[in-house]
């Protein structure tokens, strides 16, 4: 578990930090998140789906359909795919709310990224001399800050698309190295029902932003059968799959997603 701690002159200020080299913290996320903002650049080579969280629904990466695996992230560490969720880009850092409902930057220990005793010139500051917030600190902050402002704003669309009725089940079937496989819990763009809107129902969620997503996830879908042909491959080494994992859970008969395992830094 990640040993996630509010970020505070008196534990931080004689430490300093590495920014990443390695999406390995990500090799055993399933699903990412996506935002509305960075939508029209995950469609260009992201599966899209829409999950259930609680009664509501989110927009997603699929970057696998087995559990505790990534099918992104190499062997070595290496994004294979062109475009990095933001998911992802804030690691090692995230926000959390306090029980006033503050946002505090924390930063996870157990990422391996944390100085406690640098040498001059390693790695980047928590704090400057006067004690306030380093400037790389303040850039981490302002990035989190809009990735939390978009999530809300993305899941305002998703509801809008959810209360227009234009989503439908998208079940899938992969063969794993104990058979055939069917993934359930994926949502997508029902595009008969989306066709026979009427105009003044699209020209709503035109407006509001809504369309973008929906247009995006259709477009996504042609990047669907890659990544089941991908695990497909990797499945023939494979004798056995992982229990559990991070997006994904397993029974004897499906795969079904699970967004009560988050992404790192959400």
């Known amino acids: 578990m990640p040993k996630i701690q509010p970020i505070t002159p008196s534990r931080y200020r004689d430490c300093r930090w590495k920014r990443y080299q390695s999406y390995a913290f990500a090799a055993q996320q399933a699903v990412a998140p996506i935002l509305a903002q960075e939508v029209s650049k995950a469609v260009m080579s992201l599966p899209l789906a829409f999950i259930e969280d609680q009664g509501a629904m989110q927009l997603v990466a699929?970057?696998?359909?087995?559990?505790?695996?990534?099918?992104?992230?190499?062997?070595?560490?290496?994004?294979?795919?062109?475009?990095?969720?933001?998911?992802?880009?804030?690691?090692?850092?995230t926000l959390m709310k306090t029980e006033q409902g503050q946002q505090v930057l924390c930063f996870d220990e157990d990422s391996g990224l944390l100085l406690q005793h640098p040498t001059p010139g390693d790695g980047e500051p928590f704090f400057d001399a006067d004690g306030e917030p380093s400037e790389p600190i303040r850039q981490v902050l302002e990035f989190l800050s809009q990735v939390d402002a978009n999530r809300a704003v993305t899941n305002r669309l998703c509801q809008q698309i959810a209360d227009a009725e234009l989503l439908q089940p998208w079940p899938l079937k992969v063969t794993t190295a104990e058979g055939e496989r069917l993934v359930k819990g994926l949502f997508c763009i029902h595009e008969?029902?989306?066709?026979?809107?009427?105009?003044?129902?699209?020209?709503?969620?035109?407006?509001?932003?809504?369309?973008?997503?929906?247009?995006?996830?259709?477009?996504?879908?042609?990047?669907?059968?890659?990544?089941?042909?991908?695990?497909?491959?990797?499945?023939?080494?494979?004798?056995?799959?992982?229990?559990?994992?991070?997006?994904?859970?397993?029974?004897?008969?499906?795969?079904?997603?699970?967004?009560?395992?988050?992404?790192p830094s959400t």
């Not at 992104?72 to 933001?86: H, I, K, M, T």
């Open 62 to 93: 699929v970057q696998s359909l087995e559990p505790n695996r990534n099918l992104f992230v190499a062997p070595d560490g290496r994004w294979l795919g062109s475009y990095v969720p933001a998911a992802f880009r804030g690691f090692p850092f």
């Open 192 to 263: 008969p029902a989306f066709n026979a809107l009427p105009l003044d129902r699209l020209d709503q969620l035109r407006q509001s932003g809504a369309l973008t997503l929906i247009l995006c996830q259709l477009l996504s879908m042609q990047h669907m059968q890659p990544l089941i042909r991908m695990a497909e491959q990797q499945a023939v080494t494979q004798t056995s799959v992982p229990a559990g994992g991070s997006g994904l859970s397993d029974d004897s008969e499906s795969l079904h997603f699970d967004w009560d395992a988050k992404s």
